[in-house]
């Protein structure tokens, strides 16, 4: 079993930026993908970013790409997601997650273990 710790959310300002860290622990971290949500009120948690088990291979939702960028370092076991030019529509919780393989997916259910999520606010 994974444990997963988000952390780094907050208020920005529209246009700001702002970095997301998730601590995991309790498995061998390089070994699987891992990615990130994000689930606005009301709605359902949908894809963002993933990132395969070596940081070679990424996958970004069209709403962040050219904005977000995710990453990992697998020495600190730690995967980030620096989020560039906040729009009030990327106001969500954020949730990271470990993929249950290697392969970098855009599907929740091929992700295995979540954390308890960050919340980011961006105001307009």
């Known amino acids: 079993q994974v444990q997963l710790v988000e952390s780094g959310g907050g208020l920005v300002q529209a246009g700001g930026s702002l970095r997301l860290t998730c601590a995991a622990s309790g498995r061998t971290f390089s070994s699987y993908a891992m990615g990130w949500f994000r689930q606005a009120p009301g709605k359902e948690r949908v894809f963002v970013a993933a990132i ?12 962040v790409k050219g904005r977000f960028t995710i990453s990992r370092d697998n020495a600190k076991n730690t995967v980030y997601l620096q989020m560039n030019s906040l729009k009030p529509e990327d106001t969500a919780v954020y949730y990271c997650a470990t993929g249950r393989t290697a392969w970098v997916s855009t ?5 295995g273990s979540w954390g308890e999520g960050t919340q980011v606010t961006v105001s307009s």
């Open 52 to 63: 395969r088990r070596s940081g070679g291979s990424t996958l970004y939702a069209d709403s």
């Open 107 to 111: 599907s929740r259910a091929d992700f």
